[in-house]
């Protein structure tokens, strides 16, 4: 799939960054507020979409925001508080396929603001003495450490993404991590270890992606042109998605 566009001289955005998905499998979207996170988001679910349209994506949007109100009524779409069901009923059914091999169907689980949400549940884990954020991070932790095999990835987006968000050392399990905008020393250290990324200014929706094998490179995501019909498209595919589900009956691809 087309995991962003290299750029040109002119800063335009100009080959696709093309991986296969199978292999590049976990995704690590981060950038500070405003860098364009959740609108490279909604291009790489529309891409995803096209390039696997079976896919069964589950959405948890801890922000409950405009970006993704169209999916109000998806099924698999969770807001707020209702993230923890959503990554609940997602580990559920990764531990059927992993326990009965019955299916290799592929399963995404995307969380934007991941670490907004793991910050909420602590303070409301420690007034309700529940665990509820350990229940995440270990579901999350084991799909980055098992669901490659098995298809299941996970696609988190953060502001930050330092390592006590990942249980067991697994932030090291994204095949694919995208730092957006100007990214400070501190973070650079944690997302891009080691790399040298020259301290330039970035417009929204660029910044670097690392893919495992490759060196760092520069990616942009394009300013979609009706977003409108993007989000109506994507939409309609994971509708479609569910009825295919329930009857096996085809679905059809973003055109
Ligand atoms: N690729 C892009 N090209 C041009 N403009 C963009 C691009 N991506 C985002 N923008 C603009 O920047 C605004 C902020 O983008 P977005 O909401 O995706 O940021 P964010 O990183 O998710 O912010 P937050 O952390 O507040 O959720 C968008 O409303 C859009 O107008
Ligand atoms: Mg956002």
Redesign the pocket.
Same mark, same amino acid.
């Given at each position: 799939m087309i995991y962003g566009y290299a750029t040109g001289a002119d800063g335009k955005p100009s080959a696709p960054i093309k991986l296969n998905i199978q292999d590049y499998c976990h995704i690590l979207l981060t @950038? +500070?507020? @405003? +860098?364009? *996170? +959740?609108?490279?988001l909604l291009y790489l679910i529309g891409c995803l979409l096209k390039d696997s349209p079976e896919t069964e994506v589950f959405i948890c949007d801890f *922000?409950n +925001?405009e970006?993704f109100r169209f999916l109000n009524d998806y099924p698999l779409y969770y807001a707020g508080q209702h993230c923890y069901e959503g990554v609940m009923e997602f580990f559920r059914r990764f531990n059927d396929a992993r326990e009965n091999g019955k299916s290799f169907k592929r399963r995404v689980l995307i969380f934007d603001?991941y670490p907004s949400y793991i910050f909420y549940q602590s303070m409301m884990d420690k007034d309700n003495k529940t665990k509820l954020v350990s229940d995440v991070t270990n579901a999350i932790a084991t799909t980055l450490m098992l669901g490659r095999g098995i298809s299941h990835a996970a696609w988190l987006v953060t502001?930050r993404a330092e390592s006590s968000l990942f249980a067991n050392g697994s932030r090291d399990n994204f095949q694919i991590i995208i730092g957006?905008g100007r990214l400070s020393k501190e973070q650079k250290g944690m997302i891009f270890t080691g790399e040298e990324i020259p301290n330039e200014p970035m *417009?929204? @929706?660029e910044g670097h992606l690392l893919s495992d094998g490759h060196k760092l490179r520069k990616v *942009?995501?394009?300013?979609i042109s009706d977003i409108n019909d993007w989000k109506w498209h994507i939409y309609d595919i994971l509708m479609r998605n569910l009825e295919h589900n329930r009857d096996s009956s085809q679905s059809t691809p973003l055109a």
């Open positions: @950038g +500070s507020t @405003g +860098s364009g *996170k +959740s609108y490279a *922000k +925001s970006d603001e502001q957006l *417009k929204r @929706g *942009k995501f394009p300013l």
